[in-house]
């Protein structure tokens, strides 16, 4: 019987297993950043421990970074955190890209760019979203920051193994929809904690048809569905996006690691503890209403009523999400009008995100109400984006073009939605406060955020698109 | 971390589903570097509203709910973000039993490090604790040795991996039990997949 890329994965990584037990499983690349390490590596001290192989580290400054203004941090707090991250990086012999170094970005967004993120490897950071990783075929996964200190001390960690899930996308996906309406109908459609305890294969052309960057955004909210991670076999597409990149093997290294990493896909006999489908038929431009990633439906759509749920639980949640987020049962999501325009995260602040809503903006200006920002995942990012003149369709439509970072997705930095007001958020979580005390989120993809701005309001964009992005 | 076995205490019903780890501990009390000191912003946008004054119907403010040690919420408790800094909260406000239908994976995690004992039992049996808890107050006393919780006179019984159940009644240093696998470790790393 043929075995799936989650099996093949994890055994090759068991050190050593002994039933009953969690299995100890060596870790390939671990990322850091400032918010979740600090205790780690004074743990390390406390114990005269060291990093066992910093070679695998790479560490990088985005949670709390300011995106305008630098290098000025305003913040002490943050500031501290900041330096705290390059003082231990030196002391332990971490490599880091720190504020201002070219490689310097969202930790998730800089792993693939530099090629340090590849199939078959296991990745780890404290950080939930790291499961953006496994858009290349690796199992990537979040972790808290006692496991930090794990990983640094030994370079593996205890893990159970996880079940197996396959969500087959099936179909051609229609004109407009993007990867984010993919991943977030999966999660309306099967529910914020489907995913518990399982790592989750997306199969389907639909998902192979995608490009790297919009993998990434599917696995990158695999943990929005309660998925330990979330990963799809590498093809074509993902072996040519890694070739020439700065970690990447190079030469006839590049050739052998290849031929390894197609072997790892799923073999077509491949079997899964569940299997769920979804028919592209069923996606539309999603827009979120409520106060978890589960709480959307497509833009033609209202606002839930109460009657539609038969569980009591339900309805109490829905009225507590719409009494936080101030809507009204049956409010057409096209009604809803916005005070902020976010494009950014780790989820959508790559460079074809940014070409996809500067697409739908070109010509056009921000709604007068609306105070909208651009965040690029990456320096490398907003240099490439800045060469194609992208800055320029942006700024010429009234948006602010930052410095990059974390920023509006969990405003730890200055970059804050004041409450009460809505944002259309390219982020991942809608969570009551995320974006501020009192700000209500609405999470969306890039081409409907920037519609969002023009229009001040939701609507459908693809009725003002005029080709397919 | 401290080991744990037998806690007695009131429970505390939080009558939620999806309580995520932003609501545990608001991104704003992350910017600390100690492990320790979480506790007073713990659930904080649900204890205090925008003055700082405390909101008197939420649990946590409730007199009859003080020194409570055992925390008793609804299914897929601790989802979303990896932040650690929401067990310590928990820890440090006093908590060191958390009681749900289901646990997120990496919450679920964190618990075990930290000397949290993470307790899933059915939905029905949940319900019947949040409602028995709002209602009056409920003492209960776990017993991890046994594996059971025990309130009003009826025994729950849980199940949990021997190999946390062990680290927990110990109070392990993880790291110092793994480091007597390093031949492990070091032979693995002889063989390893490596293309740069």
């Given at each position: 019987m043929g075995k799936n890329i989650i099996e093949k994965v994890w055994d090759q990584h068991v050190v050593y297993h002994e039933d009953g037990k969690p299995d100890l499983l060596y870790i390939d690349l671990h990322l850091l950043h400032e918010v979740t390490s600090p205790q780690a590596f004074e743990g390390l001290r406390l114990n005269h421990r060291k990093v066992r192989r910093p070679d695998l580290c790479f560490a990088t400054m985005d949670h709390n970074v300011p995106t305008k203004n630098l290098p000025i941090i305003n913040d002490p707090i943050a500031k501290t955190q900041i330096n705290t991250l390059a003082k231990n990086c030196e002391e332990f012999g971490v490599p880091l890209a720190d504020m201002g170094h070219p490689d310097q970005g969202i930790v998730h967004v800089i792993g693939p760019q530099l090629g340090l993120t590849q199939p078959g490897k296991t990745i780890v950071c404290g950080d939930s979203h790291t499961s953006t990783h496994g858009a290349f075929g690796a199992i990537a996964f979040g972790i808290g920051t006692s496991e930090v200190e794990h990983v640094l001390s030994t370079q593996t960690l205890w893990?159970?193994?996880?079940?197996?899930?396959?969500?087959?996308?099936?179909?051609?996906?229609?004109?407009?929809?993007?990867?984010?309406?993919?991943?977030?109908?999966?999660?309306?459609?099967?529910?914020?904690?489907?995913?518990?305890?399982?790592?989750?294969?997306?199969?389907?052309?639909?998902?192979?048809?995608?490009?790297?960057?919009?993998?990434?955004?599917?696995?990158?909210?695999?943990?929005?569905?309660?998925?330990?991670?979330?990963?799809?076999?590498?093809?074509?597409?993902?072996?040519?996006?890694?070739?020439?990149?700065?970690?990447?093997?190079?030469?006839?290294?590049?050739?052998?690691?290849?031929?390894?990493?197609?072997?790892?896909?799923?073999?077509?006999?491949?079997?899964?503890?569940?299997?769920?489908?979804?028919?592209?038929?069923?996606?539309?431009?999603?827009?979120?209403?409520?106060?978890?990633?589960?709480?959307?439906?497509?833009?033609?759509?209202?606002?839930?009523?109460?009657?539609?749920?038969?569980?009591?639980?339900?309805?109490?949640?829905?009225?507590?999400?719409?009494?936080?987020?101030?809507?009204?049962?049956?409010?057409?999501?096209?009604?809803?009008?916005?005070?902020?325009?976010?494009?950014?995260?780790?989820?959508?602040?790559?460079?074809?995100?940014?070409?996809?809503?500067?697409?739908?903006?070109?010509?056009?200006?921000?709604?007068?109400?609306?105070?909208?920002?651009?965040?690029?995942?990456?320096?490398?990012?907003?240099?490439?984006?800045?060469?194609?003149?992208?800055?320029?369709?942006?700024?010429?439509?009234?948006?602010?073009?930052?410095?990059?970072?974390?920023?509006?997705?969990?405003?730890?930095?200055?970059?804050?939605?004041?409450?009460?007001?809505?944002?259309?958020?390219?982020?991942?979580?809608?969570?009551?406060?995320?974006?501020?005390?009192?700000?209500?989120?609405?999470?969306?993809?890039?081409?409907?955020?920037?519609?969002?701005?023009?229009?001040?309001?939701f609507v459908d964009v693809r009725e003002i698109m005029n080709v397919p992005v | 971390m401290e080991p744990i076995n037998i806690v007695k205490s009131v429970v505390t019903p939080l009558n939620r589903k999806n309580v995520d780890t932003d609501q545990i501990i608001s991104k704003e009390f992350l910017k600390r570097i100690e492990r320790t000191g979480f506790g007073q912003f713990v659930f904080y946008h649900w204890r205090f509203d925008q003055d700082g004054q405390p909101i008197e119907d939420f649990v946590l403010n409730q007199p009859k709910y003080k020194g409570s040690k055992i925390l008793v919420a609804h299914e897929n408790f601790g989802c979303g973000s990896s932040r650690e800094h929401a067990p310590w909260a928990i820890l440090d406000y006093g908590f060191n039993v958390v009681v749900a239908p289901s646990f997120a994976d990496i919450f679920h995690n964190n618990c075990f490090k930290n000397g949290i004992l993470p307790i899933e039992l059915k939905v029905s049996e949940i319900e019947e604790l949040l409602a028995k808890g709002e209602q009056s107050v409920l003492e209960a006393e776990v017993n991890l040795q046994n594996q059971t919780l025990t309130a009003d006179g009826k025994v729950y019984h849980f199940e949990i991996n021997p190999y946390y159940k062990e680290m927990l009644l110990n109070g392990w240093d993880e790291i110092a039990l793994t480091f007597k696998y390093e031949d492990y470790i070091k032979n693995y790393e002889k063989k390893r997949v490596q293309f740069s």
């Open positions: 893990q159970s193994k996880p079940k197996t899930m396959q969500i087959h996308v099936k179909g051609e996906l229609g004109f407009g929809v993007t990867a984010k309406d993919i991943i977030l109908a999966i999660i309306a459609k099967f529910g914020i904690d489907v995913g518990t305890g399982h790592i989750v294969e997306f199969t389907g052309d639909a998902i192979h048809k995608l490009s790297m960057e919009e993998r990434m955004t599917i696995c990158n909210m695999s943990i929005e569905a309660g998925a330990k991670a979330g990963l799809i076999s590498p093809d074509e597409i993902t072996v040519d996006y890694i070739k020439g990149r700065k970690y990447a093997p190079q030469g006839d290294k590049f050739e052998e690691a290849k031929k390894y990493w197609l072997s790892l896909a799923s073999d077509p006999d491949a079997t899964y503890n569940k299997t769920l489908v979804i028919e592209t038929s069923e996606i539309e431009p999603f827009v979120t209403w409520g106060t978890n990633p589960s709480m959307g439906s497509g833009v033609s759509k209202t606002v839930p009523y109460a009657s539609n749920y038969t569980e009591e639980s339900d309805k109490q949640a829905l009225k507590k999400a719409l009494t936080y987020m101030d809507l009204q049962e049956g409010t057409p999501l096209t009604d809803i009008e916005i005070q902020h325009v976010f494009i950014g995260s780790c989820t959508n602040s790559r460079l074809h995100d940014l070409r996809a809503a500067a697409n739908v903006i070109k010509g056009k200006h921000v709604h007068p109400n609306v105070r909208a920002i651009v965040v690029p995942g990456s320096h490398s990012v907003k240099k490439l984006a800045e060469e194609e003149g992208i800055d320029k369709i942006f700024k010429d439509a009234g948006f602010e073009w930052r410095e990059s970072g974390c920023s509006m997705c969990l405003a730890m930095n200055e970059d804050v939605v004041p409450a009460g007001e809505r944002c259309a958020s390219t982020s991942n979580r809608n969570f009551e406060g995320r974006q501020g005390t009192g700000a209500r989120t609405h999470l969306v993809s890039p081409p409907m955020a920037a519609a969002a701005a023009i229009a001040g309001h | -």
